[in-house]
């Protein structure tokens, strides 16, 4: 015979009257025990708890999508910095020591 929500008490708090039961364990809970997340109520053991999901199949995927990214922004980076150089390579030494702009 299953115990119905009217005569159920609360599995932390043996002395108060349940209100809820969690859909994920279906232990009976009273207020102050029980939680509302998402639009459903839960308790907190349960929210606590990580969740259970299957490992995603494409983890692989973006692990190497991710790599990938990194390598492309190094390789950039380093591109700009090397020709930036090379740019400040051709102007003539009298503007790297101030003397360029004395002129004015």
Not at 12 to 39: K, L, Y
Not at 66 to 92: M, N
Request: hydrophobic share 50%; net charge positive; glycine share 4%.
């Amino acid at each position: 015979m299953a115990i119905t929500l009217a005569h159920a008490r609360c599995f932390n708090h043996a002395h108060r009257e349940a209100v809820a039961r969690c859909p994920q364990c279906g232990r009976t809970f009273c207020r102050e025990c029980i939680i509302e997340h998402d639009s459903r109520i839960i308790c907190a053991r349960c929210l606590a708890a990580p969740a259970r999901k299957p490992a995603a199949t494409w983890a692989p995927a973006a692990a190497i999508a991710g790599g990938t990214w990194r390598v492309l922004s190094f390789l950039l980076l380093w591109a700009v910095f090397y020709y930036l150089g090379k740019i400040l390579l051709l102007l003539p030494s009298s503007f790297h020591e101030a003397a360029f702009w004395e002129k004015f």
